[in-house]
């Protein structure tokens, strides 16, 4: 059951020169929800979820975390806010071990006076880091292994991983199973149902359609920059869902029989 609203749009819109990418959309997230974002290319899904995570500012509109009104400036506010985003590409450092890519930007240093030196407290690390991931499903061999011995599937649920072990309040994923097998994508998505029960806010951008129905508890739908529809997941099947994003509805059935 989700709970309160804890992120909310209300009217953003953002141009690029003649073009606009987003044309007053509204949508609120729950804890504990995991909110689907679905749409044709150039819908405008990227510029949302740069407004979101902080990357972009909004021409217009208004953002709100937990009912309060917020303005980033760029995404290191949103991150100590409590919002992480995880981009199509993972971001991790193949050379770092997986431990020091959970802590990439937030390293731990030993306590005393090796800490004022920059002595890291690896091991440490290595055991929070081994614990975070076992905690949302992870089995990675060891902690302490590099980035660059791991299989695809491995490194994309330790980007996810780390991004579900840091955030506080909201995630966000753009396209967290793409390139990957059907046991690995099943792996992240089970990834994704530990963050909602965590309590976070879940938002799911994916062009994989089953994965969005198999996940998610809500589905917006963007065109052409406009959020056309937002009904929960379960009044969607693959084909209402494919005809909603390229327009061929606007209306899902069981609206109609209202």
Do not use: C
């Not at 431990?99 to 091991?123: C, D, I, P, T, Y």
């Not at 938002?203 to 929960?232: N, Q």
């Amino acid at each position: 059951m989700a709970g309160e609203v804890i992120y909310e749009v209300k009217n953003v819109s953002k141009r690029y020169g003649s073009v606009v990418a987003l044309d007053g959309a509204s949508l609120k997230l729950h804890a504990g929800e995991v909110l689907g974002l679905v749409g044709d290319n150039g819908a405008g899904k990227s510029t949302l979820v740069k407004v979101l995570s902080g990357a972009h500012d909004a021409d217009g509109g208004e953002l709100f975390l937990d009912g309060k009104e917020v303005r980033w400036h760029d995404p290191r506010q949103a991150l100590d806010a409590g919002i992480e985003t995880l981009y199509q590409e993972s971001g991790l450092a193949p050379h770092l071990t997986v431990s020091q890519n959970v802590f990439l930007g937030r390293e731990k240093f030993v306590k005393g006076f090796f800490g004022k030196l920059g002595f890291l407290a690896r091991k440490q690390m290595e055991i929070e880091a081994h614990h975070d991931l076992e905690e949302v499903g992870i089995a990675v061999p060891s902690s302490n292994r590099s980035v660059s011995q791991l299989s695809g599937g491995q490194r994309q649920a330790v980007a996810i991983g780390r991004a579900v072990s840091w955030a506080q309040r909201v995630i966000i994923l753009d396209e967290p199973t793409n390139h990957l097998g059907a046991r690995q994508a099943g792996e992240v998505l089970q990834i994704v149902k530990a963050a909602k029960a965590k309590g976070l806010g879940v938002i799911f951008i994916s062009h994989t359609l089953p994965h969005v129905l198999e996940v998610t508890d809500r589905v917006v739908v963007l065109r052409l920059g406009k959020i056309v529809k937002d009904a929960p997941t379960n009044l969607f099947d693959g084909d209402t869902l494919v005809a909603m994003i390229t327009g061929t509805i606007t209306e899902l059935p069981s609206e109609k029989s209202k």
